[in-house]
């Protein structure tokens, strides 16, 4: 655990919350006040999204006309994916087009069309900003949702990897039938449609390619009727540019975010005791995918209105000030701990 810390620390847990607070944002103004152009942030904004969508369909057009391998276009439309992420969290803070909702709604809608393994994002708005209330308590289930707080182990990653599973998984731990329905219906609705379309693709594609190779493997290769061919063919084309590089983002994403977030015994109301800073060299691969993600979301859990782009920016002069006030910096304790802020057997040793 690599937790360091000044001689001199404020007394007191807000105190050293507002001093990363006062740094962090007197460090995205005074960048705003160098370069003039970041005041326009509708624009930035609106370009970023223009960017990712143009890479995720220039991508496509490579794979499709010049016959660019699958593995290359997935990774490519995936990075571009992250980026319509992060524009989504913005907007779910208001940060863009607040006095044009026609606009900001318009992205809102296009960021999820590009990834369709999510849930509906104005529904996810509720989430978050309860996510920010009760950080690493029972009542944030947008990332209990995603695996925070669950034990390690082959449950765990199957869940990081496949939303239908992690939603039969934590709903058959429900002991209540009538808690049970009324939450298969919520997360029945909650990922209407284009959850329903993304997740029923992929099982499908799932289900025929393991048919092929399974048959094949007994000696029996399986031939598929004329008529499922054009099907079975666009079905693939869709897996590479829509559904496959949403799989992958996903799970970098919620690998990271889950393990960088703390659960179960998080003093409410720290800051400090909400996230670490996760950017180990092994981690580049998962980061790639979702954007620097474990690098820099800390930073937005004490200054919730700056946009990722001036996270990433201003993010040398944010882990000083963090490191110096308490915040931990690559914790992998973590992962033994189910995500704890403190080691349970460490804690029952001290009071005994």
Not at 214 to 220: C, K, V
Request: with cysteine.
């Amino acid at each position: 655990m690599s937790t360091t810390a000044t001689k001199d620390l404020p007394p007191s847990d807000s105190e050293r919350n507002a001093e990363i607070k006062q740094v962090i944002t007197a460090a995205g103004n005074a960048l705003r006040a160098r370069h003039r152009w970041l005041r326009h942030q509708d624009s930035i904004g609106a370009a970023v999204l223009l960017l990712a969508l143009g890479g995720m369909g220039a991508s496509a057009y490579a794979y499709l006309q010049w016959g660019w391998s699958a593995w290359l276009v997935i990774p490519l439309i995936a990075f571009f994916a992250s980026l319509t992420h992060e524009l989504e969290h913005d907007l779910i803070h208001w940060m863009y087009f607040k006095r044009r909702p026609w606009a900001h709604h318009l992205m809102l809608a296009l960021c999820w069309l590009a990834r369709p393994s999510t849930i509906n994002p104005w529904v996810r708005r509720e989430l978050h900003f309860e996510h920010h209330k009760y950080s690493g308590g029972e009542q944030d289930r947008e990332e209990r949702g995603i695996t925070n707080g669950e034990r390690w182990g082959l449950a765990r990653l199957l869940m990081l990897a496949d939303a239908g599973f992690s939603v039969w998984y934590r709903i058959r731990r429900v002991s209540d039938p009538a808690t049970r329905r009324r939450l298969w219906k919520r997360a029945l609705a909650i990922y209407f449609p284009l959850g329903w379309i993304n997740w029923g693709l992929w099982y499908v594609f799932l289900f025929c390619h393991g048919l092929s190779a399974l048959a094949a493997l007994i000696g029996a290769p399986h031939q598929w009727p004329p008529a499922m061919l054009q099907p079975l063919a666009l079905l693939d084309i869709l897996i590479v540019v829509w559904i496959g590089p949403n799989v992958l983002r996903s799970f970098c994403l919620h690998f990271v975010s889950s393990n960088m977030h703390y659960h179960g015994d998080v003093t409410p109301g720290d800051v400090i005791q909400q996230t670490q800073v996760l950017n180990p060299w092994w981690l580049l691969p998962f980061q790639a995918f979702c954007f620097n993600f474990g690098s820099t979301h800390a930073i937005h859990h004490f200054v919730v209105k700056e946009p990722f782009y001036i996270r990433q920016w201003t993010a040398p002069t944010a882990h000083r000030v963090m490191r110096e006030m308490g915040v931990r910096f690559n914790d992998f304790g973590t992962f033994v701990r189910a995500n704890r802020w403190s080691d349970p057997k460490r804690s029952a040793q001290s009071a005994a």
